[in-house]
Every structure is written in C-alpha cells, then in structure tokens.
C-alpha cells in the first residue's frame, strides 16, 4: 500500500482542488447576479427545486412539469449570459476531472486522476527522481549486452529476475542483490522494479546506503528533540527498499550495526529488499562482517551478476 503520508498528501490536494473549483462557481455566481436582476430572480427559483419536487413526491404528483420549468429557467440564464458577453457555463462547477467531480472515487471505485495522482507523489517520494521517467523495463535494452555471450545470457536471466520479482515481492518476500561494475544495468533494472512496484500501489524507498545511515545518525543524535521527525523509520517499514551503492559508505562500527538493523527487520517482517554493489563478491565479503554477508549470500538474498562493458559510456 502508498504509504499513509502518500495518501494524506494527494487526498488534500484533490480536496483542495474540488473546493477551489465550488468556491470559483461561486463567486462566479456572484458576479452575474449583482449584474443581472433576472438571473438573480431565475438562480431563487432554482434554489426551490429540490423542496418542489420534495413536496410532489409526497403528494403524489408528477414531478415532470417541475423538470421542464426548471430546463426553461436553465435554459434562458444561459442566454442571458451569453447577451452579457460570458460563456453559457460561467457560474459552473468547473471540476478538474469530470469523471469523478475531483472526489477521487467514481461509485466505491479509485479514479484514474486519484491513481495517477498516488504514482506520481508515491515517485516523488521514493528518492528516485527523474530515473523513473528515463528508465523502465520496456526501454532496457537487452542487446547492448549482445557482444558478449556469457553476459548476454546473464543478463537476460537478471531481467527475467527482475520482472518476476515485481511481480511476486509482496507475496513472497523474495530480496536481490545486484552486484556488478558500474554502468552494467544495475540501476537501470532497479529502477525499473521500483516504478512497476509504485504503479502496483507499493511503497517504495530508493536511497544509497550511506543516506540512510546518515538518517539513523540524525535519529540517534536529535531524536530527543520534540520537532524532531524520525527519518529512518521509513527505510524499515517501506514495501520494497532499494538500497544504492551498498559498500561506498563510510564504514564505521554504527554503520555495519545500522545495516544489519535494516536487513534483519525487513527480514523478519517479510519486507523486500533490492541491493545494488560496484564491488565484487569477495571484497563485499571482505567489508562486512558474518552476520551481514551470510544474509546477503545465503539463502536470503537472490544474487544476479551483471558484466559488460559500461553502458553509461
């Protein structure tokens, strides 16, 4: 699920924009009456409408003659403000999206605007930036690795990987480690995860290791300060974490314990993780210690190996 603030976030601004757009018809409204004395007497007629028909219904009446002087009223306010020089619609509700009035919701269903709305906050928020608008899984191009026939078919398996895991991370759990030189995919095919997990109503956080340790720094440090809002909260709690450029942080005994932190919780909560690293296996198994690369190389964690030569180039 879009994280609570994600929701809260685009449901204000939806909110915002139908009021805005009552609040504009409204003065509207307004205006034309303060011009017109019959579109004033015309607007108090049909402010009696719904008791008229109210009273009908009761009585027993046809409410069909209510309908058609109520069409003839509508009908010449319309030309009264088109002599006026105003569109016939002028003192209309102008919603930005018709299907839904700006509710979000058609019937008890999600409005494509409020959907969209939730991607594009949700990308926002991930940490990934412009990445999600250059790179998906329809523009990875699986050729540039065609000059080389073992990491040609390594990387089609890292694809098949990946779209497999976008597909079944909630479900499964399942976490990966992408390990290979700079310029090999990596980012490119992580990126595409996190746009197809947000699009999926996922949460997702897209950081380098060492900004997250930086923010449990800033936990540790200033979380005694009543304004203070934790930061690292949310590399724990996320649907998908993608961890950058695991091995260039500055390593220090708080680190490797932050670390640890993350990959056990997320662990122990069934959370999915990806993990990218320019580094090898052997010297990602030379940086850190056994309780962190026994997860990352044991059964925890699906390792893809990228290669090649850097794309980036």
């Known amino acids: 699920m879009y994280s609570y603030e994600t929701v809260r976030l685009v449901k204000d601004r939806i909110e915002k924009r139908r009021l805005d757009a009552i609040e504009t018809a409204e003065e509207h409204a307004a205006e034309v009456r303060a011009i017109s004395p019959e579109i004033r007497k015309i607007d108090n007629e049909?402010?009696?409408?719904?008791?008229?028909?109210?009273?009908?219904?009761?009585?027993?009446?046809?409410?069909?003659?209510?309908?058609?002087?109520?069409?003839?009223?509508?009908?010449?306010?319309?030309?009264?403000?088109?002599e006026l020089g105003y569109p016939a619609d002028y003192s209309d509700i102008h919603y930005t999206c018709k299907a839904c009035g700006d509710t979000g919701y058609v019937g008890t269903k999600m409005c494509s605007c409020l959907h969209r709305e939730l991607v594009t906050e949700a990308v926002r928020a991930s940490g990934m930036g412009r990445l999600i608008e250059r790179?998906?899984?329809?523009?990875?191009?699986?050729?540039?690795?065609?000059?080389?026939?073992?990491?040609?078919?390594?990387?089609?398996?890292?694809?098949r990987r990946a779209k497999e895991f976008v597909k079944n991370f909630r479900k499964t759990g399942e976490n990966l480690l992408f390990v290979g030189p700079t310029g090999t995919g990596k980012t490119h095919l992580s990126t595409a995860i996190a746009k197809e997990a947000i699009e999926r109503g996922a949460d997702v956080v897209y950081d380098s290791a060492q900004?997250?340790?930086?923010?449990?720094?800033?936990?540790?440090?200033?979380?005694?300060?009543?304004?203070y809002e934790p930061k690292g909260d949310r590399y724990l709690e996320c649907d998908l974490l993608i961890i950058d450029d695991l091995g260039a942080?500055?390593?220090?005994?708080?680190?490797?314990?932050?670390?640890?932190?993350?990959?056990?919780?997320?662990?122990?909560?069934?959370l999915s993780?990806?993990?990218?690293?320019?580094?090898?296996?052997?010297?990602?198994?030379?940086?850190?210690?056994?309780?962190?690369?026994?997860?990352?190389f044991g059964t925890d964690y699906t390792l893809c190996l990228f290669g090649g030569k850097d794309q980036r180039i």
Do not use: H, W
């Open 46 to 82: 049909l402010s009696k409408t719904g008791l008229a028909i109210f009273r009908a219904a009761l009585d027993g009446e046809d409410i069909e003659p209510i309908k058609e002087r109520n069409q003839k009223l509508i009908a010449r306010r319309s030309e009264i403000l088109r």
């Open 135 to 159: 790179q998906s899984f329809d523009n990875f191009d699986i050729e540039r690795y065609r000059g080389d026939a073992d990491v040609y078919a390594k990387m089609q398996i890292n694809l």
């Open 211 to 227: 900004n997250m340790i930086s923010a449990f720094e800033a936990d540790k440090f200033r979380g005694g300060s009543p304004s």
């Open 249 to 270: 942080e500055f390593r220090t005994a708080f680190s490797t314990a932050c670390l640890y932190n993350i990959l056990n919780t997320r662990q122990n909560n069934a």
């Open 273 to 296: 993780t990806v993990i990218s690293s320019n580094y090898t296996l052997a010297e990602i198994g030379e940086k850190y210690e056994g309780r962190i690369s026994s997860r990352l």
